[in-house]
């Protein structure tokens, strides 16, 4: 690599203009990346490293087909650059359908708010995931198992394109992910909790009640009822509407997923009503602060907010500027990849429910019979199909909390699941514990908000009656 990303602008700049007239779009990304990882397991220390990494990737389209080469010797470059445009040649027999963007050079970095974690040293960084690591395990004696993770990674991206755009981007993220086992017998309880910025490293530093909270959930689980099996009308906190509106919509929203499904197409077509008048569904990296927030995306297409839902109806949604232009629409600047391992695919940024209008304490008025349910152990989703674990749960009895239950999970269709939301809450929370997996980029940080919802004629797992 060159000895500095000055030099690289040049020599960038240099290789698009010399192959530029071979391809229909060229364009090329360096990349030089920093991180910690450590992971704790009960006693035991599995990881603790520091890594650093340089390396680049070229993505050429020529009549509609891709190439795409990576590589970790700048000395190599112009290889790449013949085999992404060789393999772009070979498989292009259509039409190159680009969304048009401005052509942009800028230098653009997301600003900390506090300690950046590159000056915190890797001991510091053991000894707080020690620290955590001790409440959980030491907060009751049946905390059986422990889990503590860390990582912090710092990128510094610049992208040439044949469009005429250069572009220089950094930013840092942080995550941590704590979880306890708790055994009595052949019960098992699990409780978890993820956190993220990219602020600054004072925000992991003072979890210690969250995580003593994750160790009890665990322990006070093993003593409750399950919870009997039924539909139910459900009121769900935020962190879970935050879940649900990534898992079970967003990806739906994602174009990558349509353009090429004549079926879900014609289910996810504009103008189509979902939900009622109240519902409003957002997507964007422009809204700061978050940890799915950035200046520009990977193709160079600037931040936006999108409206995905307005009034219940659907009127929006996610692209690159591939999908966009195939599906003659606007490019949203979500087309993202994780590093310069992968291409730029469609991804979500922060995704929100907007809040509503119903006070939370009415939420539950008139339920005879129903549940509560508040943060996510885990989940799955299958197209429209959903699944989600609740960290915790309450029935509701005539309009009231009442006991607490466990085993809880949440199931439907996200279809039907949206046109059941009855009242939308007040209240709003940011959730930044997301780590988004899609083709094989998993751990893509991401934003995720919501109010409280009350949901009827919800599946939820347990015993059965």
Request: with cysteine.
């Amino acid at each position: 690599m060159p000895d500095s990303f000055a030099q690289s602008k040049n020599l960038l700049i240099d290789a698009i203009a010399r192959y530029r007239d071979r391809v229909d779009y060229l364009a090329i990304r360096l990349e030089e990346s920093e991180g910690t990882n450590i992971l704790l397991r009960g006693d035991k220390v599995e990881t603790l490293s520091e890594t650093i990494a340089l390396g680049g990737q070229v993505r050429a389209c020529h009549k509609g087909g891709w190439g795409f080469a990576t590589f970790n010797k700048f000395s190599t470059l112009a290889e790449r650059i013949e085999e992404a445009i060789a393999a772009a040649r070979l498989v292009g027999d259509e039409e190159t359908l680009l969304a048009a963007i401005d052509p942009v050079q800028k230098i653009c970095q997301l600003s900390l708010t506090g300690t950046d974690p590159r000056l915190v040293p890797l001991p510091q960084k053991k000894e707080l995931c020690d620290r955590y690591n001790d409440i959980l395990l030491t907060t009751n004696p049946r905390i059986a198992s422990s889990q503590v993770s860390y990582g912090d990674s710092t990128q510094h991206i610049l992208l040439a394109t044949s469009e005429g755009t250069l572009l220089e981007q950094s930013w840092v993220d942080m995550e941590m992910r704590f979880s306890a086992i708790a055994r009595n017998g052949d019960i098992v309880q699990t409780g978890r909790e993820t956190t993220g910025s990219r602020k600054a490293y004072e925000d992991l530093t003072q979890l210690d009640r969250k995580v003593r909270d994750t160790a009890e959930r665990a322990v006070t689980a093993l003593s409750l009822p399950p919870v009997t099996g039924n539909t139910y009308t459900v009121v769900i906190d935020p962190i879970l509407t935050g879940l649900f509106v990534h898992e079970a919509f967003g990806h739906l929203s994602e174009a990558d997923m349509t353009y090429e499904n004549p079926d879900l197409l014609e289910v996810m077509s504009m103008g189509k009503r979902f939900g009622s008048k109240e519902l409003q569904i957002f997507d964007g990296a422009a809204p700061t602060g978050h940890r799915g927030s950035y200046f520009y995306d990977d193709e160079g297409t600037p931040a936006t907010t999108t409206q995905l839902i307005e009034d219940g109806v659907l009127v929006g949604r996610l692209h690159s500027r591939e999908t966009a232009g195939k599906l003659g629409e606007k490019p949203t600047g979500n087309a993202r990849c994780l590093n310069y391992h992968y291409p730029p695919i469609v991804r979500m940024t922060n995704t929100w429910i907007a809040r509503g209008t119903t006070p939370v304490k009415d939420l539950t008025a008139e339920i005879k019979e129903g549940v509560y349910a508040q943060n996510w152990l885990g989940g799955m989703t299958n197209g429209e199909m959903f699944t989600f674990s609740a960290g915790e749960a309450w029935m509701i009895r005539n309009g009231k909390l009442a006991e607490p239950v466990r085993d809880v999970t949440l199931s439907g269709n996200v279809f039907k699941t949206l046109a059941n939301i009855e009242a939308i809450g007040n209240d709003f929370y940011w959730d930044e514990s997301g780590g988004c997996g899609k083709s094989g980029q998993s751990g893509l940080p991401v934003g995720c908000g919501g109010p409280s919802l009350r949901i009827r004629d919800v599946v939820v797992g347990g015993e059965a009656k």
